[in-house]
């Protein structure tokens, strides 16, 4: 029996789970798809006669086991933190796995073990981690085999809006984890830059953002992202002199967002009882007392200009409607009425940006080379989020079952083997970027 | 058989010791004193014959239990988090217990069971929290008798060095744990003013420090501390406006300190390899590339003034030494410089600065009391803040034992039963509050 068990019927599943059904459909296999929500997973079957939705709970270790022991090879869409436990009966029940998160150290842990009973744990093979590791790792070693010395590398990503359906003048709305985006940039973020460590700590990260133009849509802002050191070595950069990771958003996103940072806003770490607040009464809790306006001391203590000003307005966050809540975090008061007002409507196109900067000499000569790839979604269920996010790790699992990747234990896709062919047939699903040479 | 048990002979214990040592002389008891470090317990003993010292580890459920139950009353002076498991143990053996530290989660959850059992769980019963509850209940139901209305309660408290032992220019010595000094205001501080919730975040505790004055001292600046909201209800303070309870430091310390915050470099979630840095190689990390000095860029970037340089140059933090620490925090290494600049010599005396600030109206007319406590140590060992934590809880621990303080439960310093014998004690020790009313 061949059967493969997608695990997480989500927003990055859907592309995932049509491209496996259609494989599944030709190549006599069977799905079972598993979520909390069954309704949603039976939803996401779309009728296939060979696709099982079930109601899924990770932590029932018993229904957990005997999905991954009836199951060829598993793919789990959960939070990364959820991985763990899956990834432990793939090795003890010798299942493969692929997920699109970061290898965490759980996972790092069953290298070896995995090695031993012969099975793969394929990480990090989604969009960001994933197809920034494979576009870049293709130039990496093409550049390598061409003899060129990599002096800089610069990476960025971001899950946007289509300026076709913008009509906010943050130019974004939420095509992911929401909360992901109210508590980005809290961990300081850590690169290399002419030789030397970086440090950027979460009070000056959107401060600090700079611009990046994509030939054709303009300049986005771009912050760096957590720790870029970590991949000097899988990328075989050693002697690289700027090595940074980043996250990209709209132009006058990152200064907006940083009036929150400065403010105190996007802090999870407290309850307050807000029941008695409007929403201009909680910022107004933030900022000194005195006989200034909220937006005049917005202007004085949150380094918030005009542009700014207004793109708080459009949040609501300045308006006298009550908040309603007790017992909540600042930073989920925020996230509630973003959510409302950066919501991605049934009709809205998402679209997806990814950049990579390459600064290398060969003979002598210095080139800067810019790749970069812009993926717009169908609506919003079909993103480009979860084309992007999804389709990686689906054809990965068509791989490992048809024997294109043969490895074993912990892996992510920097290896030719692996990327090659998942790049490849993704530049025919329309997932190609765009190669330019920038005059430095 | 009547046992006194003292767990913790640390720094903060001097006192205590001591005085429950000669109370025990005096009355027929014997001391067991527990500590990790057995020669340091030791030496605490004196050659007190009624005194044992023992080798202790709190995670040691059965000596644990052993010397509780061999007790008839335990004194913690452990750090807080370790006070639960004493505290289980204590209301199922019933033994009264009384530490020095805030109530936690878990203390508070063993009220019903410890009334129950008849034993007291008191805590809070040091210095801050301790003194500054006693002190300010004193004010507060003297002026409820008189028909006062309290409109405004603010209460600052800071062990820092005393001037004539003062020889840098942070006017700042260690007297306590360092670990709590480099991660002091880095929970959102969140208090009452004028009516309205003020919620500070780390990026601007510091830089938005008050000053205050206290008579023959000078001024000195003042930081917001945490939750001063939960203070509202026990101190019977229900229909007040401003609710604030802070930290003192010398006058610059904050401004400078600022420096570090905004740099980023109290940060202990995170670990680098240092091993090839300077000081200022990893203050630079912290800040952007270019060609201005470290200073200039301290100037620029992070509200750093002249007096901030000096201040940062004393420390060590601008030199080329090398830092020859790897896996270790910016936090760790900004400690252990400290550690070495800011040593309490032998010699040395440290001072306790408590100060009340009550603005009320009696009769229709509106008074500003202040009311300050200044306390000098004696030397390295005998430090103030090792009096004026360990004395309240000493004499705290006799009054359970002579029958003066008769409830059960958690409970806090707040009743005039409780304060009011443990005040009058201490003001015959040189524990004095002085009051002046301020115009305003």
Same mark, same amino acid.
């Given at each position: 029996?061949?059967?493969?068990?997608? #695990?997480?019927?989500?927003?990055?599943?859907?592309?995932?789970?049509?491209?496996? =059904?259609?494989?599944?459909? $030709? /190549?006599?296999?069977?799905?079972?798809?598993?979520?909390?929500?069954?309704?949603?997973?039976?939803?996401? !079957?779309?009728?296939?006669?060979?696709?099982?939705? =079930?109601?899924? /709970?990770?932590?029932?270790?018993?229904?957990?086991?005997?999905?991954?022991?009836?199951?060829?090879?598993?793919?789990?869409?959960?939070?990364?933190?959820?991985?763990?436990?899956?990834?432990? *009966?793939?090795?003890?029940?010798?299942?493969?796995?692929?997920?699109?998160?970061?290898? &965490?150290?759980?996972?790092?842990?069953? *290298?070896?073990?995995?090695?031993? /009973?012969?099975?793969?744990?394929?990480?990090?093979?989604?969009?960001?981690?994933?197809?920034?590791?494979? @576009?870049?790792?293709?130039?990496?070693?093409?550049?390598?085999?061409?003899?060129?010395?990599?002096?800089?590398?610069?990476?960025?990503?971001?899950? %946007?809006?289509?300026?076709?359906?913008?009509?906010?003048?943050?130019?974004?709305?939420?095509?992911?984890?929401?909360?992901?985006?109210?508590?980005?940039?809290?961990?300081?973020?850590?690169?290399?830059?002419?030789?030397? %460590?970086?440090?950027?700590?979460?009070?000056? #990260?959107?401060?600090?953002?700079?611009?990046?133009?994509?030939?054709?849509?303009? !300049?986005?802002?771009? +912050?760096?992202?957590?720790?870029?050191?970590?991949?000097?070595?899988?990328?075989?950069?050693?002697?690289?002199?700027?090595?940074?990771?980043?996250?990209?958003?709209?132009?006058?996103? !990152?200064?907006?967002?940083?009036?929150?940072?400065? %403010?105190?806003? !996007?802090?999870?770490?407290?309850?307050?009882?807000?029941?008695?607040?409007? +929403?201009? /009464?909680?910022?107004? &809790?933030?900022?000194?007392?005195?006989?200034?306006?909220?937006?005049?001391?917005?202007?004085?203590?949150?380094?918030?200009?005009?542009?700014? =000003?207004?793109?708080?307005?459009?949040?609501?966050?300045? @308006?006298?409607?009550?908040?309603? $809540?007790?017992?909540?975090?600042?930073?989920?008061?925020?996230?509630?009425?973003?959510?409302?007002?950066?919501?991605?409507?049934?009709?809205?196109?998402?679209? =997806?940006?990814?950049?990579?900067?390459?600064?290398?000499?060969?003979?002598?000569?210095?080139?800067?080379?810019?790749? &970069?790839?812009?993926?717009?979604?169908?609506?919003?269920?079909?993103?480009?989020?979860?084309?992007?996010?999804?389709?990686?790790?689906?054809?990965?699992?068509?791989?490992?079952?048809?024997?294109?990747?043969?490895?074993?234990?912990?892996?992510?896709?920097?290896?030719?083997?692996?990327?090659?062919?998942?790049?490849?047939?993704? &530049?025919?699903?329309? #997932?190609?970027?765009?190669?330019?040479?920038?005059?430095?």
């Amino acid at each position: 029996m061949n059967n493969i068990l997608i #695990i997480g019927a989500g927003r990055s599943s859907t592309f995932l789970i049509d491209y496996l =059904i259609a494989f599944a459909e $030709q /190549n006599n296999f069977t799905i079972t798809l598993a979520d909390a929500d069954l309704e949603l997973a039976k939803a996401k !079957c779309r009728n296939s006669k060979i696709a099982t939705a =079930i109601k899924f /709970n990770v932590d029932d270790e018993n229904l957990r086991q005997s999905l991954i022991s009836n199951a060829t090879i598993v793919v789990s869409m959960l939070p990364a933190h959820m991985h763990v436990s899956v990834a432990n *009966d793939c090795v003890s029940l010798k299942r493969h796995l692929v997920t699109a998160s970061y290898v &965490s150290a759980g996972m790092k842990a069953l *290298d070896e073990e995995a090695k031993k /009973n012969g099975v793969i744990l394929l990480n990090e093979v989604g969009l960001d981690p994933g197809i920034d590791h494979m @576009s870049a790792m293709k130039i990496i070693h093409d550049l390598n085999k061409k003899g060129a010395y990599i002096s800089s590398f610069k990476s960025f990503c971001g899950g %946007l809006v289509a300026p076709e359906s913008n009509d906010n003048p943050w130019g974004y709305k939420f095509s992911w984890n929401p909360r992901n985006v109210i508590l980005a940039g809290q961990s300081t973020a850590q690169y290399l830059e002419n030789g030397n %460590l970086k440090l950027v700590p979460y009070n000056r #990260i959107f401060a600090t953002a700079s611009s990046i133009e994509v030939e054709g849509y303009g !300049c986005f802002d771009a +912050y760096p992202n957590r720790d870029s050191l970590n991949y000097i070595v899988p990328y075989e950069l050693d002697n690289i002199q700027t090595m940074l990771r980043g996250t990209l958003r709209q132009h006058n996103y !990152c200064k907006a967002w940083n009036v929150f940072v400065q %403010l105190g806003i !996007c802090d999870d770490s407290y309850k307050i009882d807000a029941s008695k607040l409007t +929403y201009r /009464n909680l910022i107004d &809790s933030f900022l000194p007392e005195s006989d200034l306006s909220t937006e005049e001391k917005l202007r004085m203590y949150c380094e918030a200009d005009q542009t700014c =000003i207004e793109m708080l307005h459009f949040t609501g966050i300045l @308006s006298n409607e009550p908040i309603n $809540q007790s017992n909540v975090s600042p930073a989920e008061i925020l996230q509630s009425l973003l959510e409302e007002r950066w919501k991605l409507l049934p009709q809205d196109k998402d679209m =997806i940006v990814m950049v990579h900067q390459f600064v290398y000499s060969i003979n002598g000569e210095e080139k800067t080379l810019q790749s &970069s790839l812009v993926v717009k979604g169908v609506d919003s269920v079909y993103t480009s989020m979860a084309k992007t996010v999804g389709l990686p790790a689906a054809i990965a699992v068509k791989n490992i079952l048809t024997g294109k990747i043969k490895l074993t234990g912990v892996q992510i896709p920097i290896l030719p083997a692996v990327y090659e062919p998942i790049l490849e047939e993704l &530049s025919k699903l329309g #997932i190609v970027f765009q190669e330019q040479f920038l005059n430095d």
